[in-house]
């Protein structure tokens, strides 16, 4: 049986990001409905840090695209792309997260919905950890952008 400290050194290299809080990470990884106990202190369910991790994945998401000067339509369009639960989850197994989280006793396999929350709860941790440079170094390296999050570049002048 893998360890805690193991779940979390593990998350923590796939994310390329080290908590200073290693309750933190274990916190966003731990999806049993049971409470559990690690250093005399007791590690809840991943869902609030989940619902703190979507709000600031939607927050830093549009605050790039607003930079970037883009439409209202083109804001929709990232948006679904990035955020949905899909998306997250095709991006927590691509990183090979599943390996991190803490499943109830009996599951063995993480479903894309408790991929998806996962993920979202290690963004919320990161945030909580280290602000916005936690979040937004494990956001660049999960991938999570689009291409209308970015500046449309100008033309380069051509020469004749």
């Not at 923590?12 to 202190?41: H, I, V």
């Amino acid at each position: 049986m893998t360890s805690y400290k193991d779940k979390i050194s593990l998350c923590e290299k796939k994310l390329g990001y080290s908590f200073k809080d290693d309750l933190l990470c274990l916190e966003a990884l731990q999806t049993s409905g049971n409470p559990l106990s690690w250093n005399d202190r007791t590690v809840n369910k991943n869902d609030r840090l989940a619902i703190l991790g979507e709000t600031l994945l939607k927050s830093y998401l549009c605050n790039k695209w607003f930079e970037a000067g883009r439409t209202k339509g083109e804001w929709s369009a990232a948006e679904q792309a990035v955020v949905k639960n899909t998306n997250l989850a095709r991006v927590g197994f691509e990183k090979g997260l599943e390996a991190c989280i803490i499943l109830n006793p009996g599951t063995d396999k993480a479903s894309d919905k408790t991929m998806s929350t996962t993920l979202e709860a290690l963004i919320g941790a990161a945030y909580r950890d280290s602000g916005n440079d936690g979040l937004a170094k494990v956001v660049e390296v999960l991938g999570l952008d689009h291409e209308f999050l970015h500046s449309v570049a100008s033309p380069s002048p051509s020469h004749s």
